[in-house]
């Protein structure tokens, strides 16, 4: 279901440390009919979760304060509802889902840069389920 046929706009947070790229995913995804709200760092992204309790948080993997990992594990210990997807451009992927599930979590991870209609299609997925 598209945010703005739900009648009440799916709250996303998105956290990544590049300024250009977190402001693009904001426009992106505002345009998609998303409320969205960017942080530049993980520690503001814990902080902004607690305030305003998001649908989905989207974040970078690798960020200074505290890792998107990190983050989505505090943001989701409080707002169990709270779907994470992360991406990141610096890592291989496999190594990457290992270290989230060795930590007893199961995040879905995607590369970066994901192209505008790929990342609208991974949020579709993620409202599914």
Do not use: W
Not at 59 to 75: C, H, N, T, Y
Not at 111 to 119: A, E, R
């Amino acid at each position: 279901m598209c945010p703005s046929q739900a009648g009440n706009k799916l709250r996303i947070l998105v956290a990544d440390d590049e300024k250009v790229i977190a402001d693009t995913l904001k426009l992106i995804l505002a345009q998609a009919g998303y409320e969205v709200t960017v942080v530049y760092d993980g520690l503001s992204a814990v902080d902004a979760a607690m305030r305003l309790s998001p649908d989905l948080f989207l974040s970078d993997v690798f960020m200074p304060r505290l890792s998107g990992i990190d983050a989505a594990i505090q943001i989701c210990s409080s707002l169990p509802h709270c779907k994470v997807l992360l991406f990141s451009g610096q890592a291989n992927l496999r190594e990457l889902r290992r270290e989230i599930e060795s930590k007893c979590h199961r995040f879905e991870v995607c590369s970066k840069p994901v192209h505008p209609t790929d990342l609208l299609a991974h949020l579709r997925e993620l409202q599914s389920h």
